[in-house]
Antibody
């Protein structure tokens, strides 16, 4: 069974940092493209960042609103993906999901990030 | 970026009746070399993550009931629930994965009439 578990969320003030983690199991993590998708309260889905598998080049892409502030990475021996989020803004508030694949076929349960003064 | 526009924003359908959701992309998501439409549909219930229903515009994900079907090509797509069940009350999103950034439609809320 595929399982994705996010951690690291919480309440922070604007300008502060957080690091999210996504631990995967039940699939070959090293071959998986991994993404972060977020959802602001009461709003729709927004893709945030993606890191391809190393066999596929390990390419990293970011959505425009987070480019330069967020950094996605992966540790394949630990089956874990990370997202370092710096200079957080109130508009970054939401539930952050990790998801696998080009098409997002598996999703974690999500972790809440609240940026508020 | 490709803009995905869904309609309607919400719809109420009687149990057992058909529900139809439309999705339009600002440019074609049909890849000419493999003739595949890079379009997916997701279902999201309150307090839960999205669930993949359909990919390649019309391929049902394993385990998805066959009352869910996807159709369309190029820029115009449809998700149809042939006979609405109570458990189908949810938000539905289309998403293109033809180009980066992948983008989602705004969502359609399906309720029981």
């Amino acid at each position: 069974e595929v399982l994705l578990v996010e951690s690291g969320g919480g309440l922070v003030k604007p300008g502060m940092s957080l690091r999210l983690s996504c631990a995967g199991s039940g699939f070959t993590f090293s071959n998986a493209w991994m993404s972060w998708v977020r959802q602001a309260p009461g709003k729709g889905l927004e893709w945030v960042a993606r890191i391809k598998s190393k066999p596929d080049g390990g390419t990293i892409d970011y959505a425009a609103p987070v480019k330069g502030r967020f950094t996605i990475s992966r540790d394949d021996p630990k089956n874990t993906m990370y997202m370092q989020m710096n200079s957080l803004k109130t508009e970054d508030t939401g539930v952050y999901y990790c998801a696998t694949g080009l098409v997002f076929d598996y999703w974690g349960q999500g972790i809440l990030v609240t940026v508020s003064s | 970026d490709i803009v995905m526009t869904q309609s309607p924003d919400s719809l109420a359908v009687s149990l057992g009746e058909r529900a139809t959701i439309n999705c339009k992309s600002s440019q074609s998501v049909l890849y000419s070399s493999n003739k595949k439409d890079y379009l997916a549909w997701y279902q999201q219930k309150p307090g839960h993550p999205p669930k993949l229903l359909i990919y390649w515009a019309s391929t049902r994900e394993s385990g998805v009931p066959d009352r869910f079907s996807g159709s369309g090509s190029g820029t115009d797509f449809t998700l149809t629930i042939s006979s609405l069940q109570a458990e189908d009350v949810a938000l539905y999103y289309c998403q293109q994965y033809y180009s980066t950034p992948p983008t989602f439609g705004g969502g359609t809320k399906v309720e029981i009439k």
